[in-house]
């Protein structure tokens, strides 16, 4: 992951950015509190460099990682994003916790409020876990990937990477492709691409397109190439297996024959055009091992950018209100 100077700047570099208490979504975030975010995450890439990977900026904070679905790069990142940062940081899985005995996700929460954390990460599989959550209590929240809802540090480091490639997120066609209907994903780096002014458009089988868009002005294709045409940037999203039924597709090869991303399809987008992953990945199904280890990937510079974009999240959240 290179580090060179950006092009987007904020329309007022001077005025002062408003810090939200907590981090639900990208829906209400605005371009200057994104770029941001994106800045602070660039002072952050070179700590992860150096042979003693600490600072203690958040030296004193407690930040607790409550993880209620499996994950491994966003759960790792935050873990180590809280640990570089010399917070206090407690890892909870819903299968090693009172969860498991029938307690609800409030009671949880409230238990861990007691206990005086600054900062909670919440995976859920609930649509609204995360805002749920966020009402009821006094520390911060940051939403880790709520059911079909919302992913925002995914779109972060998705930003992130971006910006640090091509320079601006502005003016760009960034292609998302696979089960768009599901994809928290999708929907986070939409609201985040377009308030920073990239064009999105949408390609999967048509069951797994929005029936109701959210963004009348997103073309949505049911083939791939229409989508990678002239593309800066494509997007691949993993393939939920139990969903292929649903999308009418018998297996997953006829998914990978429609939908795979392979050299062949590569064609049709930008010459250089970034390929990206939020992973894990399905090799051969959604994605040629050829282009997910090719030289366009920036698949792996996405889980290093990851761990930036969340030590800037738990920087900005921990470090701006007593709790
Ligand atoms: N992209 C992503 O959220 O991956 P994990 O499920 O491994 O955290």
Redesign the pocket.
Known sequence: MSTSPSKDTSSNPQAAVNIPRHLLGMEHLSKEQILHHLDTARTFVEVSRRPVRKVPALKGKTVINLFC???????TSFELAGKRLSADVVNISQAASSLTKGESLLDTCKTLEALHPDVVVL?HPASGAADFVASQVRFSVVN??DGMHE?PT?ALLDAFTIRERLGTLKGLKVAICGDILHSR?ARSNAWLLRTMGSEVCFAGPRPLLPPHPIWPDVPMYDRLEPALEGADVVMVLRIQRERLKSASLSSLEEYARLFGLGPRQLLFAKPGALIMH???INRGVEIDPRVADGPQSVILDQVEAGLATRMATLYLLAGNHES
């Open positions: 679905e499996p994950s491994t790069r966003t759960r995976r880790a990937g992913h995914q994903v939020p992973g894990p």
